[in-house]
């Protein structure tokens, strides 16, 4: 059994869906380094954790695997604690003028309660969808406060689904202020309108925030992952997704991922949607939704992404090809990057940003 595989074991141990759990990682010989690395690749290692302080579990695991596992978590909770008291701040400041932001992803998953503890969710950056015309005024609040603009995003396409990243020394994580949830040639799959009506308010440290619907933070989830950071066309997996769709199914039932699925397809995402689905299935074992009318794609595109976890190597052409059809989409629907043009092939930046995608197209 490969680590790959081996990993997805541990998921369905901790998600509870390995009929004999104890049995099943006895009767494989565990490689904890391997696994301790690709744990956090897919950015599981916290979550993988319960099965590190099971008293059954626990002792057949690797001690560096356990041991990384019960590190990871510590350092995830302390840091979590920490975002949630800066989203809490952030909140404060938005409200001062009168925004209500939505919570997206990791954001949203510190208090909608998909993760009973959220200290198994990592996340990397705060990011909040704001009205559209009160974008300015939300930057403007964050600036006032000593946040910036982060410097290596200061050629952001304008037309960009969100605003450069704000970033203020004595925080952890930046702020992204978004106009859309996903680049506006998706919109039709995720409209950022019905996103602002169907959001119920929460509370964040006193503070007024919104969530997502659950139907929108499910399609956004998919479509983030799938399209946005182009899974789907790469052949690629995030576990950590996987783990996120389980949790939510299991909350809110399958009844939500049917109706999302319908909505997806409907919408011309039913391939893609239906695709990461069948992934979810195979690596957790046990069937979400009712899988009615699925395409016939859509099982051979997610075989297709799980063997490439174990080939890496053959994920090149995807990446490649997502890389060509990314820089035609942005050139094509940003006119602002459009409009560089051909001044930007006189510009170093131009060739150094190239050589660095070169290089992530291929040695990744």
């Not at 939704?289 to 080939?311: F, S």
């Amino acid at each position: 059994m490969t680590p790959f595989a081996q990993l997805c074991l541990l998921i369905r141990c901790a998600l509870g869906t390995e009929p004999e759990p104890v049995r099943a990682i006895g009767a494989v010989k565990l490689d904890g380094e391997a696994l301790a690395v690709l744990a956090f690749r897919h950015r599981v290692a916290a979550f993988l954790r319960r099965l590190a302080v099971d008293p059954e579990i626990g002792p057949r695991l690797p001690g560096e695997l356990s041991d990384s596992l019960i590190v990871a978590y510590a350092a995830n909770r302390e840091r979590n604690n920490a975002l949630l008291a800066q989203l809490a701040d952030v909140t404060r400041l938005l409200n001062a003028r009168a925004v209500e932001p939505v919570l997206l992803k990791g954001a949203g998953r510190l208090v909608d309660g998909v993760f009973a503890d959220p200290a198994e969710r990592f996340l990397l950056d705060l990011d909040l969808l704001v009205p559209r015309h009160r974008l300015g005024c939300a930057a403007r609040a964050l600036i006032d406060a000593g946040y910036a603009f982060s410097e290596r995003e200061a050629r952001l396409a304008r037309e960009f689904h969100h605003l450069p990243s704000l970033w203020r020394e004595d925080t952890l994580a930046r702020v992204e202020l978004h106009r859309t949830a996903v680049s506006h040639w998706h919109d039709r799959l995720l409209p950022t309108d019905a996103i602002h009506r169907n959001a119920p308010p929460c509370d964040i440290g006193g503070f007024r925030a919104r969530l997502p619907a659950p139907v929108d933070g499910l399609m956004h989830l998919v479509v983030h992952g799938q399209s946005q950071h182009h899974r789907l066309l790469v052949g690629s997996v995030l576990l950590s997704e996987v783990v996120e769709l389980a949790l939510v199914r299991r909350r809110h039932g399958d009844g939500l991922v049917d109706h999302t699925f319908e909505l997806a397809h409907n919408r011309g995402f039913g391939t893609g949607f239906a695709s990461f689905l069948r992934v979810c299935e195979i690596v957790t074992g046990e069937r979400i939704g009712q899988g009615k009318d699925r395409p016939l794609l859509a099982g051979p595109l997610a075989r297709r992404a799980l063997w490439q976890q174990e080939h890496r190597r053959m994920r090149a052409p995807g990446r490649l090809l997502a890389w060509i059809a990314g820089g035609a989409l942005v050139v094509h629907r940003h006119p602002s990057v459009k409009a560089r043009f051909p001044g930007r092939l006189a510009e170093r930046s131009f060739y150094a940003n190239r050589w660095r995608d070169f290089r992530r197209v291929f040695t990744r």
